[in-house]
Nanobody
Framework: QVQLVESGGGLVQTGGSLRLSCAAS????????VGWHRQAPGKEREFVAA????????NYADSVKGRFTISSDNAKSTVYLQMNKLKPEDTAVYYC?????WGQGTQVTVSS
């Protein structure tokens, strides 16, 4: 089983920044990539970004390219999502996922 704990969400103004963290634990999690997804009210959950634990491979949704950066710290078993130039449409609950497991989510609210 893999345990994922997100943190770092909050309220920020348009143009601001936040850094989300996903602390992972459990067996075999390092064999899978880690991803961030988000779900806004009334909308389906959508992919945001993903990274291999080696950090070599990253992937981003078009809507966040150039603004968000995903990274990993193997020593801390933590994956980060640095979010810059935030927009109101980035408002959502952000979830970390790995090996089919999901964290509890962290709320990000961007005010206009």
């Amino acid at each position: 089983q893999v345990q994922l704990v997100e943190s770092g969400g909050g309220l920020v103004q348009t143009g601001g920044s936040l850094r989300l963290s996903c602390a992972a634990s459990g067996r075999t999690f390092r064999s899978s990539a880690v991803g961030w997804h988000r779900q806004a009210p009334g909308k389906e959950r959508e992919f945001v970004a993903a990274i291999s634990w080696s950090g070599v491979i990253t992937n981003y949704a078009d809507s966040v390219k150039g603004r968000f950066t995903i990274s990993s710290d193997n020593a801390k078993s933590t994956v980060y999502l640095q979010m810059n130039k935030l927009k109101p449409e980035d408002t959502a609950v952000y979830y970390c996922t790995c090996s089919g497991y999901w964290g509890q989510g962290t709320q990000v609210t961007v005010s206009s």
